[in-house]
């Protein structure tokens, strides 16, 4: 999807309306997440939500969904990363997702923003401050 039809509000709300395709009938905790990259010189959107599975383990995050998404599309750097789920304050990415986000780091102030399920509660980061001193092998 294009971001130049999409401003921050439509990415929001297309967040807000991807969280009913969450499958999370274990936690009820429901997330979307949307990765931005740049692509032939324009902005992109990709989606993701969480699949949980019967085998808790299996559960792929949204931020990591997103990703995969963003992959096939032909993502190669996340120029900025959006949260939403359907709790009262904001989640941030788990340990596992800044590992696999880590991955895809071109641009350290690349923001991450993470809101609450009415939109009113944010926090606010960047890609490199998510997992800092991360492994590389650069
Ligand atoms: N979850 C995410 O999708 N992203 C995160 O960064 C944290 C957790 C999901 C996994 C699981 O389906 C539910 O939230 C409760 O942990």
Same mark, same amino acid.
């Given at each position: 999807?294009?971001? !130049? =039809? ?5 990415? =929001? ?5 991807? =969280?009913?395709?969450?499958? +999370? ?15 032939? /010189? !324009?902005?992109?959107? #990709?989606?993701?939500?969480?699949? !949980?599975?019967? +085998?808790? /383990?299996?559960?792929? &995050? ?17 120029? #900025?990363?959006?949260?939403? *789920?359907?709790? +009262?304050?904001?989640? *941030?990415? &788990? /340990?596992? &997702?800044?590992?696999?986000? +880590?991955?895809?780091?071109?641009? !350290?102030?690349?923001?991450?923003? &993470?809101?609450?399920?009415? =939109?009113?509660?944010?926090?606010? *980061? ?13």
């Amino acid at each position: 999807m294009r971001k !130049e =039809l999409m401003k921050q509000d439509d990415i =929001l709300a297309a967040l807000k309306d991807k =969280l009913s395709h969450s499958h +999370s009938p274990y936690s009820g905790v429901q997330v979307a997440a949307a990765v931005e990259y740049i692509q032939n /010189g !324009e902005t992109h959107i #990709a989606f993701g939500v969480n699949v !949980e599975n019967v +085998s808790y /383990g299996l559960t792929v &995050c949204a931020e990591r969904s997103a990703i995969s998404n963003a992959i096939i599309e032909g993502m190669k750097h996340i120029t #900025a990363l959006y949260v939403i *789920s359907n709790q +009262s304050e904001a989640i *941030s990415p &788990c /340990g596992a &997702c800044r590992q696999v986000v +880590s991955e895809f780091i071109d641009n !350290e102030d690349a923001p991450v923003l &993470c809101f609450d399920h009415s =939109l009113q509660k944010k926090w606010e *980061s960047t890609l490199g401050e998510l997992l800092p001193n991360r492994f590389t092998l650069k």
